[in-house]
């Protein structure tokens, strides 16, 4: 029986390295994704041969190697640096790097703290498709007002109530392409996420899906280099409690967060 498309490589790779400085030093804590397609690997699941078959064990050392020398603060530049690496061997094809680093806030020249959910991201993806793009997880924002959702279609099942002012919560992932590679990647990035910040909390939305397009389009005005971006915005539901069953004046400030299910919107913007 013919295979189809496949690939190889080794996930989760965490390194950690310090950046030293005079006085201040930064601190990276990143996991590293790596997949390779080959042009002699198809023998190896049909027919048992690992000639062709770089080991991941390899993969996972080479991060290590190479992150003494060539990692800094440009994770998109690590990340081209491993590509081109595996690329040098004939047989590799392509090449898919994607390096996801957890957020550390400093606190003093050399500490900081850590806990939070939100990340960045950087992938590559070089050989027959060349990609370069960057992204972000778990960046949690709330507002309790200036957004709303009226004027939804109805039926027998529907018992929501129009909100024209209500709390909108979600868990921003967001993952944008780059036309071309910007000057200074972690500039770029860190101008995204403020983009997304500012406009999250300054325009007034009528649902989810206007703030995403919102954000968006403030960040294809922002960044000239990001030629799209794709949202995935859980809606974090706050329902109005009823108090007055206790007896309690119910002034609309109780609130019970529900996890889950939650609405899962999802969009691209681009030029």
């Excluded at 990692?71 to 040098?88: I, K, P, Q, R």
Aim: charge should be negative; charged fraction near 25%.
């Amino acid at each position: 029986m013919p295979l189809g498309a496949n690939s190889w490589g080794k996930s989760r790779v965490r390194v950690s390295k310090v950046l030293r400085g005079d006085p201040t030093d930064d601190i990276l804590d990143l996991n590293v994704d790596i997949q390779l397609t080959a042009s002699d690997v198809d023998v190896a699941h049909t027919e048992g041969d690992n000639r062709g078959v770089l080991p991941t064990d390899t993969m996972r050392n080479t991060v290590y190697a190479l992150a003494h020398s060539r990692l800094g603060n440009d994770l998109e530049g690590f990340a081209t640096v491993l590509c081109d690496h595996f690329l040098e061997r004939e047989q590799i094809t392509s090449a898919d790097v994607t390096i996801t680093a957890n957020r550390w806030d400093r606190q003093s020249d050399q500490g900081f703290t850590g806990g939070s959910s939100e990340k960045r991201i950087a992938r590559v993806v070089r050989g027959s498709d060349d990609r370069l793009s960057a992204g972000i997880e778990g960046l949690v924002v709330l507002k309790t007002g200036g957004s709303a959702f009226e004027g939804f279609p109805r039926d027998r099942y529907t018992v929501l109530p129009d909100a024209d002012d209500r709390i909108l919560a979600t868990s921003v992932t967001a993952r944008w392409d780059y036309s071309s590679k910007p000057a200074d990647t972690t500039a770029a990035w860190d101008r995204v996420r403020q983009t997304l910040i500012d406009s999250f909390f300054s325009e007034w939305s009528a649902s989810v899906q206007h703030q995403g397009y919102l954000m968006g389009e403030a960040v294809l005005a922002a960044v000239p280099e990001v030629e799209r971006i794709s949202f995935q915005l859980p809606n974090q539901h706050h329902l109005p409690f009823d108090v007055t069953r206790f007896g309690v004046e119910d002034t609309g400030t109780v609130f019970y967060p529900v996890p889950e299910p939650y609405g899962d919107i999802r969009l691209t913007v681009e030029r």
